[in-house]
Structure formats: C-alpha cells, structure tokens
C-alpha cells in the first residue's frame, strides 16, 4: 500500500521565522502531490499542486518542492505568521483502480508563537 | 468559484435512523470523492465516482451508500451506522479522474456524530 510520511508531527516557532515541511513517500509512480492546510474541525484548503513532472511550485510565501527520484516533497513558508497555524497535509495523487486518487500523509501540526 | 459546499454542517444520528450527506460543487468537475477522516487521523478514501459512475470503493461497509445523481452532485447515504463511524466526512472534486488537471477542491465537511 502506498504509504506517505510527514515529518515531524508538530513544530512550534516564533513569528517572522521560516520554516520547512518535509513529506516523503513510497513508489515514484506518482502523478502529482498536493499540500493542503486544515484548521481544527475544517475542511482542506489547498495550498499547492506539483504535477510530476515540476520541480516546484510557488505561490506568495509558500513553494513546494517535489523530488520524485528520491521520493520527497518539500513545503516552505517564508516569514511565517500567527494566522499560518494549522495543520498541513501532502497527499500523493496516482492511479488507483483505474481511477486517480490521493493518499495522505498524518500531517504536521504547525504553531507559530506571536 | 472554488467551492464544494457540503451540508449539513454537523448531523447527530442514532444507529437506527436513515439520514444523508450532500456534497455540491459548480466546477464542471466530472471526478468526485468521499473521504472519511478521523479525529487526529488523515483523511481516508471512500469512494470516487468518475462521470457519475462509481469508479473506486475503498471496502466501505454496505451501511454507507453513495449515489451520484448528476455531474455536479454527490450524495452519501446512512443507515444502521455504529458510534464508531463518528468523523469528519469530506466532499472533494478535480477536473476529471486522469493524471492532468487533478487538483483536489475540498469541501468544509460534515461532522458526524453517531449516538
């Protein structure tokens, strides 16, 4: 089964600081990976898509990295703020059954202390 | 417009009752998911239906039926469910079922609480 590990669980930092996510999975057969923030009891917001064959992907204070070979993805948050608490998830997109799906990791609970 | 709207919001049911989950979405997404998540879990792959036809059950016990009536909406169905099926149930939806144009949307969930 695949299997997609996010570490570390939880990371706690001051305000202003940049930071790295990391997410890792199995099998290199992947069609693209998504980063997604959940807050408490919500749904998923997607932050970025990194299609397979994209190195990365930015959007304002984020960029995402996707190594495929080595079976890793990065998230970035520059100048990280108070309203950047949540949890992030990655989730690896391939082919399941015929039918694209996505596998999620556990997560890292992020805190960023005012 | 990003949105796939779900409701209710929040649903108490007991293990005898018959209720429903509705999932929207406006996109012209033909790809659509139910995703069942668990307190401090990840989110976990019901069901996907491609162009209205169920395309992927993940095992799912009988007692959740999914039901995709047109291209824009998504239906799940409860009945007899047991208090271990309390959890956060996700709605999502992409462009199409293919490797291209995959981006998931979510929507806010249905908290689902079985007594």
């Known amino acids: 089964k695949q299997e997609v590990t996010q570490i570390p669980a939880a990371l706690s930092v001051p305000e202003g600081e940049n930071l790295v996510l990391n997410c890792s999975f199995t099998?290199?057969?992947?069609?693209?990976l998504q980063w997604f923030r959940q807050d408490p009891g919500k749904g998923l917001t997607s932050l970025l898509l990194?299609?397979?064959?994209?190195r990365e992907q930015t959007s304002g204070r984020l960029n995402a990295s996707l190594d495929k070979s080595s079976g890793r993805s990065t998230l970035y948050i520059a100048a990280s703020q108070p309203g950047d608490s949540a949890t992030y998830l990655c989730a690896k997109g391939d082919s399941g059954a015929g039918s694209y799906q996505l596998t999620f990791g556990k997560g890292t609970k992020l805190s960023v202390i005012p | 417009d990003t949105e796939v709207t779900q409701t209710p919001k929040h649903l108490v049911m007991g293990m005898t009752n018959k209720k429903s989950l509705k999932c929207e979405q406006h996109?012209?997404?033909?790809?659509m998911y139910w995703y069942k998540q668990k307190a401090k879990k990840p989110p976990e792959l019901m069901f996907v239906?491609?162009?209205?036809?169920?395309?992927i059950n993940e095992s799912v016990p009988s007692r959740f039926s999914p039901e995709c009536p047109n291209s824009s909406l998504l239906n799940l169905h409860l009945h007899a469910l047991q208090p271990e099926d309390s959890a956060l149930y996700l709605c999502?939806?992409?462009?199409?079922?293919?490797?291209?144009?995959?981006?998931?949307?979510f929507g806010q969930g249905t908290r689902l609480t079985v007594v």
């Open positions: 239906y491609s162009y209205e036809k169920l395309s």
């Open positions: 999502a939806s992409s462009l199409g079922p293919g490797p291209l144009n995959t981006e998931a949307f």
């Open positions: 099998d290199s057969a992947i069609y693209n």
């Open positions: 990194i299609q397979s064959s994209q």
């Open positions: 996109m012209g997404h033909r790809a």
